[in-house]
């Protein structure tokens, strides 16, 4: 069955639990007869329940959030969502804090189906992490990478470091003598690492304006 015909219809006696196995399809009929508040991934065809969502982590998610607007914003052509179902592969159906993509007329690799869920993998990918750090920082960038994520990011809470990652490299992206990470995709995305751990706004947001003012 195409991705784009998949409808939410309830089944009886489709429920999910942590730790399930079964195909994204499977998973999406599910997922749509569980309650709205009802949050799961599925990562390599196993179900995966997020832990509650700590202040701290709404803080800096908030921030992040506010930062790639703000580029999408001043940059034609792409586009930012917030906790969007990610239909990756037949094994993988992911809602990541962030995504950065850029629109399929200019050459992006992810597109959006009737049902407005995203298909394919988006060109940048964010995560806030504190209880999740070990599944964001080994088994989701797996799945990630393999389905052609090329920049991820996990904003670790607890011990306060941003990991950036090249994925199609296979490499880290490190930041500056100033602490600045520069996206290896995106023109001008400047992303302050103090400005957004400890969090500085001002910092984050002068950042962000020069790199959207730079030769890039």
Same mark, same amino acid.
């Given at each position: 069955?195409?991705?784009?015909?998949?409808?939410?219809?309830?089944? +009886?006696? #489709?429920?999910?639990?942590?730790?399930?196995?079964?195909?994204? +399809? *499977?998973?999406?009929?599910?997922?749509?007869?569980?309650?709205? #508040?009802?949050?799961?991934?599925?990562?390599? &065809?196993?179900?995966?329940?997020?832990?509650?969502?700590?202040?701290?982590?709404?803080?800096?998610?908030?921030?992040?959030? =506010?930062?790639?607007?703000?580029?999408?914003?001043?940059?034609?052509?792409?586009?930012?969502?917030?906790?969007?179902?990610?239909?990756? #592969?037949?094994?993988? *159906?992911?809602?990541?804090?962030?995504?950065?993509?850029?629109?399929?007329?200019?050459? &992006?690799?992810?597109? *959006?189906?009737?049902?407005?869920?995203?298909?394919?993998?988006?060109?940048?990918?964010?995560?806030?992490?504190?209880?999740?750090?070990?599944?964001?920082?080994?088994?989701?960038? +797996?799945?990630?990478?393999?389905? &052609?994520?090329?920049?991820?990011?996990?904003?670790?809470?607890?011990?306060?470091?941003?990991? =950036?990652?090249?994925?199609?490299?296979?490499?880290?992206? *490190?930041?500056?003598?100033?602490?600045?990470?520069? #996206?290896?995709?995106?023109? &001008?995305? =400047?992303?302050?690492?103090?400005?957004?751990?400890?969090?500085?706004? +001002?910092?984050?947001?002068?950042?962000?304006?020069?790199?959207?003012?730079?030769?890039?």
């Amino acid at each position: 069955m195409a991705i784009d015909s998949l409808q939410c219809t309830e089944k +009886e006696g #489709s429920r999910l639990r942590n730790g399930d196995c079964m195909t994204r +399809e *499977e998973f999406h009929r599910a997922y749509c007869a569980m309650p709205d #508040s009802y949050r799961a991934e599925l990562l390599g &065809g196993i179900v995966f329940e997020p832990s509650p969502v700590s202040y701290a982590h709404g803080q800096s998610d908030g921030d992040l959030t =506010w930062l790639l607007r703000e580029y999408a914003g001043a940059t034609p052509g792409t586009g930012v969502a917030h906790n969007v179902t990610v239909m990756l #592969s037949d094994d993988d *159906e992911v809602q990541p804090d962030l995504i950065l993509r850029i629109d399929r007329k200019f050459g &992006g690799m992810s597109r *959006e189906t009737r049902e407005h869920y995203i298909v394919g993998p988006p060109e940048l990918v964010a995560e806030i992490a504190y209880s999740s750090r070990a599944i964001d920082l080994h088994f989701k960038k +797996e799945r990630y990478a393999l389905a &052609g994520v090329i920049e991820y990011v996990v904003v670790c809470l607890c011990p306060k470091v941003i990991h =950036w990652f090249d994925l199609r490299n296979g490499k880290s992206v *490190e930041a500056d003598k100033k602490g600045v990470f520069r #996206s290896t995709v995106f023109p &001008g995305l =400047w992303v302050a690492r103090s400005g957004l751990l400890d969090p500085d706004f +001002e910092l984050m947001k002068s950042t962000l304006m020069r790199g959207l003012r730079s030769a890039q």
